[in-house]
């Protein structure tokens, strides 16, 4: 299942020291935005009198990178959802398909890659939790093992009724994430897609590119036989034309030849 | 009008007289090389009005999903004419693949400003990502590019007296026809099922699970439609006469896809029980009317009378609403049914236009270019517009 984050709304002071945290680990150039852009992976936002970040969800089927044609966007199986700048080619399609709307363009580039939150692969990777959790003075952002993390989710709902919306955000939307999310306040209210799939939408388009192969087959096989019969038709029709003058045996000679 | 189609063949004509939309059209060209200056220096952002929110505009919704649409022309008339023998259409199946070809390298062109990286654009052949359906897209083009270029290339062959190679690939017809009819059919379907991935965020009057059966059909009539529309403007730019003895029956076709197309849709918009949509008048129910009347059941009813099929005028009337249908439904599903989900309002800026109308300008000229210099029509180069009014 790999390791995760959880982000609890009702903990965050809104102090932004995540945000700051990111950009100074992934070197991101400007101030904090108060959207996510190219350069500003995390953000906080005031919503409903509580604060909310914005990041990458980090699904566990992408549809990101799903729809990559150079596969830039990878799934590991640690967690995050990482981006190789090297691959990319700037088609945009993880832009337009993202259920969060989380990759962001650098439109003011000549050589422009995307941007999105990476989970900290690199950090993960020696053993280190993200940056954000790390800078996080209110433990609104946690970092851990991903069933761990649920466990925790459903003890903080289960311990204070009504203190949560009983749903954790993130289990089930558009197949799972490994970033989840609890609060005291729906998470439409919030900014949060909450008309997602709990299928992830990478299985509609699989739907259709895995029976491809097949198709071509059948497809080319039909079309070869319609040029088949069509030729043969006109051959017969030559024959019996060209027969005309020996009366019914050119007409016989063509249906001796289809038989 | 007449002016308009005329020049581009002018221009590109043995015969060169220079004229007031000779004018516009360098301007055009001009102003296309300028903007694509600043787009490679400065990036996207200093010549679209693309975003964030709004990440594919015009030129995926009218150079890249219309260019290839109505290419499709090329695929339905070799496998009518090869595939299915009714050989009485060869006359116009060079001109038809001609444009099929014009509207791909358009499609190239324009992936080439559009591409964040165009330089990269062969890394689609290297990476491979066969869950991508934009991977799927990358291949068609470049294969039935390809194609496209070898059937249309007897033509120059024969032109620089290279009988060989023109008749080998005579022989070679067959497959050749059906490998683009099977890469049609995967490109065009392929260009719905790009939108099959965002359920959540595609208006419902336009999303459905068969968007790319929706996808192939209506380019199969809008690129019929395209024929019908391309002979017309050969006819009044290169003085031609009208095959109205092919165009009728193909028009035919033009109906019975156009139906289809437009049952499926109001099948789609059922399942997703939409209809509600239309009739609030919003912005997507006026913009889906006007796509759906003018285009789809306009040309349908029209089209189905044999007296307006077999005048000119009404035939050509028809297959121009067809083909406007179609670019209304992409830019439809491009822009106008992305726009609530974006919470933002995506108009092209002047610079993205000049591109889409600069490369349409381009192409007419390069058809105009290969009509008078090859035998693309059935009585070889047309004449050059000086030879003409001396002619007449």
């Known amino acids: 299942m790999g390791m995760g984050l959880l982000f609890d709304a009702t903990r965050c002071i809104g102090c932004g020291a995540c945000s700051s945290a990111c950009k100074e680990q992934n070197k991101l150039p400007g101030k904090v935005e108060e959207v996510l852009t190219a350069y500003t992976w995390t953000t906080v936002q005031e919503r409903e009198g509580l604060n909310v970040r914005r990041l990458c969800m980090h699904c566990e089927v992408p549809t990101c990178a799903s729809v990559c044609p150079v596969g830039a966007l990878k799934k590991t199986p640690e967690g995050p959802v990482v981006y190789d700048a090297e691959r990319c080619m700037g088609c945009r399609y993880c832009m337009m398909a993202c259920p969060f709307e989380i990759p962001k363009y650098q439109w003011d580039r000549p050589v422009p890659v995307v941007g999105k939150c990476i989970m900290c692969a690199g950090r993960l990777k020696e053993g280190k939790p993200t940056a954000c959790a790390e800078a996080c003075p209110a433990e609104a952002t946690i970092f851990g093992k991903k069933e761990d993390l649920i466990w925790e989710a459903r003890t903080r709902i289960r311990q204070k009724p009504g203190a949560y919306v009983d749903h954790i955000y993130g289990l089930t939307e558009a197949g799972g994430t490994s970033v989840l999310m609890i609060s005291n306040v729906p998470f439409d209210k919030l900014g949060l897609k909450s008309n997602l799939p709990g299928e992830p939408p990478a299985m509609k388009t699989w739907q259709v590119l895995s029976n491809i192969p097949d198709f071509v087959a059948v497809w080319a096989v039909f079309l070869y036989g319609v040029h088949w019969i069509t030729a043969r038709r006109e051959e017969v029709a030559k024959a019996t034309a060209n027969g005309n003058g020996n009366g019914r045996d050119g007409q016989g000679h063509g249906r001796e030849d289809r038989s | ?3 308009t189609l ?3 063949a002018t221009l590109a004509g043995r015969r060169f007289r220079p004229g007031f939309w000779t004018a516009v059209f360098v301007l055009l060209f001009l102003a296309f090389c300028a903007v694509s200056v600043i787009r490679y220096t400065k990036g996207l952002g200093a010549v679209t009005n693309l975003s964030d929110q709004f990440p594919w505009g015009l030129w995926i919704g009218f150079d890249l999903l219309c260019g290839v649409g109505l290419a499709a022309g090329a695929f ?4 009518v004419v090869h595939l299915f023998n009714l050989r009485r259409y060869e006359p116009i199946v060079r001109p038809t693949i001609l444009t099929g070809f014009l509207g791909y390298a358009f499609v190239i062109v324009a992936l080439l400003l559009d591409l964040g990286q165009p330089w990269r654009i062969w ?6 990502n066969t869950h991508s359906v934009m991977f799927e897209v990358a291949w068609c083009v470049m294969l039935y590019t390809t194609v496209l270029a070898v059937e249309f290339s007897p033509v120059v062959f024969e032109y620089f007296g290279f009988h060989a190679p023109a008749k080998f690939i005579h022989q070679l017809i067959t497959p050749l026809v059906i490998l683009g009819v099977i890469l049609s059919t995967l490109h065009q379907s392929s260009l719905g ?6 359920p959540s965020k595609l208006h419902p ?3 459905s699970p068969m968007l790319p059966l929706h996808f192939y059909i209506s380019a199969i009539g809008a690129g019929i439609g395209m024929i019908i529309l391309e002979s017309y403007l050969s006819k009044r730019a290169f003085h031609r006469h009208l095959e109205m003895d092919l165009l009728e029956p193909l028009a035919r076709g033009m109906v019975v896809a156009l139906g289809i197309y437009g049952l499926m849709r109001l099948q789609g918009i059922a399942r997703n029980h939409a209809f509600g949509t239309i ?4 912005y997507e129910g006026r913009m889906f009317l006007l796509e759906f009347a003018l285009g789809v059941v306009l040309p349908v009813v029209l089209m189905s009378f044999r007296k307006l ?3 000119p005028d009404w035939l050509v009337a028809g297959a121009f609403l067809a083909v406007l249908g179609f670019v209304m439904n992409r830019l439809n599903v491009s822009i106008t049914g992305m726009e609530a989900a974006s919470g933002t309002r995506y108009l092209p800026s002047a610079m993205e236009i000049t591109v889409s109308l600069g490369l349409v300008a381009i192409g007419m000229a390069v058809f105009a270019f290969a009509v008078r210099t090859f035998s693309v029509f059935p009585e070889g180069p047309v004449a050059g517009a000086k030879e003409l009014s001396r002619r007449s």
């Open chain 2, 193 to 198: 099922s790009l939108y099959l991935i965002v």
């Open chain 2, 309 to 311: 099929r077999t005048n």
């Open chain 2, 6 to 8: 005329t020049t581009p």
């Open chain 2, 205 to 207: 009057l336009w999303y």
């Open chain 2, 123 to 128: 890394h689609a052949i290297v990476y491979w």
């Open chain 2, 1 to 3: 009008m007449n002016t």
């Open chain 2, 279 to 282: 009739f609030d008048l919003s």
């Open chain 2, 76 to 79: 339905t008339l070799t496998a």
